[in-house]
């Protein structure tokens, strides 16, 4: 993948501007300080390799070259495209981080036949093992929410997964499911289509019914993993019942007792769970 090649694969799509790196260390902080510079509303920024590239609360998202997708747009709040005014800030960053899910789940289902899941947040899987983070960042000037930063990385091919050990849930990529190979610029096309598309329904109620039924472990009993301040891990049991208005997470626990999770609160663990992973964490 190169320049040439992404933006031939942009054309026809209403983005902003383009920058290319063949390496660099994260796209998220790139489309921050171009954001601060003035950037264009949809202004895109695409890596063949990320050095540094983050995940949600601050961990490692793993990007080597030739091997997978990173990308981060850039959402003005200005016409066109003006956040929905109806929701609280933390509201709103939810459902824009599920913009990235839902365009990535949708990108593979209808563009490579591949069934995903979202594991709430931010993580999309395949087979429940991570194909795909979404990083949402806030960005404020003068007291004032001006933009959000929508960071989005997929595995690609085998190479983007990371070795045994090195991260906390499993991994995969797209064309171990899918058995053949793949255009990285292709796939960047179908999920910068999807967001085009749903950002125009971030307030309607199919978007919440999409979200909602590609909600992973939904039914399901799994581990709810949250650190306490000196940095143990605690796991307790919880029924995943669905996500409600606001986008939380609706658990049961062992007594009976729903409860509404933020983001960033908890992690979510297949239940039983051997309490350690293998792969990508975010």
């Not at 063949?22 to 050095?51: H, K, M, R, Y």
Request: aromatic share 8%; net charge negative.
């Amino acid at each position: 993948m190169n320049a040439e090649e992404v933006q031939r694969s942009l054309i026809g799509l209403p983005l902003g501007q383009l920058r290319y790196f063949d390496q660099i260390d994260s796209t998220n902080v790139e489309a921050a300080n171009w954001a601060d510079a003035g950037a264009p509303n949809l202004s895109l920024v695409v890596a063949n390799e990320q050095l540094s590239g983050r995940g949600r609360a601050g961990r490692k998202w793993f990007t080597p070259a030739e091997a997978a997708l990173a990308f981060s747009l850039v959402i003005r709040n200005q016409p066109p495209t003006c956040f929905p005014t109806t929701y609280p800030i933390d509201q709103l960053v939810y459902r824009l981080t599920a913009l990235g899910a839902i365009a990535v789940s949708q990108a593979l289902l209808l563009d490579y036949g591949l069934t995903a899941e979202i594991k709430w947040p931010n993580d999309v899987l395949l087979g429940r093992r991570k194909v795909a983070g979404v990083l949402t960042e806030a960005h404020w000037m003068a007291g004032s929410l001006t933009a959000v930063i929508l960071g989005i990385g997929v595995n690609i091919t085998p190479a983007a997964v990371p070795r045994e050990g090195e991260f906390l849930f499993p991994a995969t990529c797209i064309e171990t499911n899918l058995g053949r190979a793949v255009q990285r610029y292709d796939v960047l096309r179908s999920i910068l289509s999807q967001i085009l598309s749903w950002f125009a329904r971030l307030d309607a109620p199919e978007f919440m019914e999409c979200w909602n039924s590609q909600l992973a472990f939904k039914g399901e009993w799994v581990y709810l993993v949250t650190e306490t301040v000196d940095s143990e891990q605690q796991w307790r049991p919880g029924l995943v019942l669905g996500l409600d208005d606001s986008g939380c997470l609706r658990v049961e626990d062992q007594s009976g007792v729903i409860l509404a999770l933020r983001s960033g609160e908890v992690r979510l663990r297949p239940f039983p769970s051997e309490k350690k992973g293998s792969n990508q964490d975010q």
